[in-house]
């Protein structure tokens, strides 16, 4: 997710522009997770999948329902113009041991830092 947001950041909603107001970043706690909401103008909803697409995140349309304590609990945050994340089905995280999803963690963290410091770079 953190490649995913900043890959829009950097190369479509650029810092210090107007469009940069365009992109928002909120992070609500919900089922004692933390939850990133990404609001971007719903125009650009093509551009938004396609990022996610080349991320290896699958887009699927509407909120995500968890299965609680108290039965089946639909995310707070809903409607048509609102979509969910996840690792495509076919991702290594799926079939990995801790070890290994750490290393994906920080080969992501490498990626995000890269993007920063050439977008840094040129400005």
């Given at each position: 997710?953190?490649?995913?947001?900043?890959?829009?950041?950097?190369?479509?909603?650029?810092?210090?522009?107007?469009?940069?107001d365009l992109l928002k970043l909120s992070i609500i706690e919900w089922f004692g997770c933390e939850w990133l909401?990404?609001?971007?103008?719903?125009?650009?909803?093509?551009?938004?999948?396609?990022?996610?697409?080349?991320?290896?995140?699958?887009?699927?349309?509407?909120?995500?329902?968890?299965?609680?304590?108290?039965?089946?609990?639909?995310?707070?945050?809903?409607?048509?113009?609102?979509?969910?994340?996840?690792?495509?089905?076919?991702?290594?995280?799926?079939?990995?041991?801790p070890e290994e999803i750490k290393a994906m963690m920080d080969k992501e963290t490498f990626q995000v830092l890269?993007?920063?410091?050439?977008?840094?770079?040129?400005?």
């Amino acid at each position: 997710m953190r490649l995913y947001y900043t890959r829009l950041e950097r190369e479509h909603y650029l810092p210090e522009t107007p469009r940069s107001d365009l992109l928002k970043l909120s992070i609500i706690e919900w089922f004692g997770c933390e939850w990133l909401i990404i609001s971007a103008p719903r125009c650009d909803g093509h551009l938004l999948r396609k990022i996610a697409t080349e991320c290896g995140l699958e887009v699927v349309q509407g909120a995500l329902t968890i299965l609680g304590p108290e039965g089946l609990k639909q995310f707070p945050i809903n409607g048509d113009n609102v979509f969910s994340l996840f690792n495509v089905p076919d991702h290594p995280v799926h079939k990995s041991r801790p070890e290994e999803i750490k290393a994906m963690m920080d080969k992501e963290t490498f990626q995000v830092l890269a993007l920063r410091q050439r977008w840094e770079y040129r400005n």
